[in-house]
């Protein structure tokens, strides 16, 4: 009788104990710069919408920040405490090192998260994983990087070395990436495909700045890879035939960058056409998109395209360079340029603004195409492809 009366509040004990357990998601967004990326945007967006685990974050002050600012809980571990992104190769060495020598003690369950395919997060993973199998990694891989940006190129395909070996699970954001990443070798088994969303409810809810807003806008990070010299270009041309017309360029970038743009904008004459905006929180960016009119973003390459089809949920037509990637996410409400193509560019958003009935034709099909996903949904699928 003793013996049962002991085991029987022990064994309700331990099933309490296992009710309440959680596993742990270990995430690195290590190689956070400044602004905020699509990549930052998926991991913050689908790890808020995972309950089911218990959350450590392992990043930079800036990447707290950011975090932080959109909402994310966690434990935070920081890398680096600079207040400001410059030397790129210099500070990923810093953040690295210091990720290595994190001690986090390994636990059962726990899944270690690789928000980006760079280095700064794919290193730290591997060496984890290394030490012991029995943690999951499951890797974010958004674009392949061309070999044009040599050091990036290179970068990610150390990277893609390490993945390959002993990462479990490999979530990609559309069905190119992944055959060319099972032509790379990659196993087939082990790669998802997880389109990411955009908050529907909150951008219906947006309103317009109340007045005229810009004729076209452009929202991203200020890198060359987003096109943003070609944008400065293709506006020129616009100008010609329309001196009036006003772009917004909403985004931040490191100083160089931007004192860059500032330059050949004055050299262009284009002062008085061109407003540089800098980094917007989400709700003066988003209102201020639903007050333009088009959406411009000659981007020369993307995983996805988030910025494009938050501005389709506003209402906004978008005109890009006809990437690959788009005919799949992008399938209506997006004028597709062939690349370096300015002249048909710039003909093209003078159309669009010109012609009313065509206009409201590809705002309503930009519309139509954004509603087709959806954060909840996602994070559905990211909480399934962890736990296949």
């Not at 909402?71 to 920081?78: A, R, S, W």
């Not at 389109?195 to 990070?221: E, N, R, T």
Request: aromatic letters at 12%.
């Amino acid at each position: 009788m003793g013996t049962l009366f002991i085991f029987l509040p022990l064994k309700r004990a331990q099933s309490l104990s296992m009710k309440n357990f959680k596993p742990r998601l270990i995430a690195l967004m290590n190689s956070y710069s400044q602004g905020k990326s699509g990549g930052d945007m998926v991991f913050i967006e689908l790890a808020k919408r995972m309950k089911n685990y218990d959350k450590i974050i392992i990043t930079s002050f800036l990447g707290k920040k950011l975090c932080q600012k959109k909402g994310l809980k966690g434990k935070y571990l920081i890398t680096t405490k600079e207040t400001e992104f410059r030397n790129v190769i210099l500070t990923y060495l810093k953040r690295i090192s210091k990720a290595l020598f994190l001690k986090i003690k390994a636990k059962e369950g726990d899944v270690y998260l690789g928000t980006s395919d760079f280095l700064p997060d794919v290193l730290p993973i591997f060496w984890f994983k290394f030490k012991n199998r029995k943690v999951k990694w499951v890797q974010h891989v958004f674009h392949l990087i061309p070999f044009s940006r040599k050091i990036s190129f290179f970068s990610q395909r150390i990277s893609f070395l390490l993945i390959k070996q002993i990462a479990d699970s490999v979530i990609v954001d559309n069905s190119l990436l992944r055959d060319d990443l099972i032509k790379l070798g990659f196993e087939a088994s082990r790669i998802f495909i997880n389109y990411p969303g955009i908050d529907l409810d909150y951008l219906k809810s947006v309103k317009g700045k109340g007045v005229d807003g810009y004729d076209a806008i452009f929202m991203a990070q200020l890198r060359s890879s987003k096109g943003i010299f070609d944008l400065i270009k293709i506006w020129k041309l616009i100008c010609q035939k329309k001196p009036n017309v006003k772009l917004g360029v909403i985004g931040g970038g490191v100083e160089t960058m931007v004192k860059r743009m500032q330059s050949l904008i004055e050299s262009e004459g284009l002062k008085r056409n061109i407003d540089l905006l800098g980094y917007l929180e989400d709700d003066d960016a988003f209102a201020i998109i639903k007050s333009s009119k088009v959406f411009v973003f000659p981007s020369k390459e993307e995983g996805f395209g988030l910025a494009s089809l938050e501005a389709q949920a506003l209402g906004l037509p978008v005109i890009a360079w006809d990437l690959p990637v788009y005919k799949e996410v992008f399938p209506r409400g997006m004028i597709k340029v062939k690349m370096k193509n300015m002249r048909r560019f710039a003909d093209e958003v003078l159309k669009l603004l010109a012609n009313k009935k065509n206009y409201q034709r590809l705002s309503k099909a930009a519309i139509d195409n954004a509603s087709r996903y959806d954060w909840d949904q996602a994070a559905k699928r990211e909480f399934q492809i962890i736990n296949s």
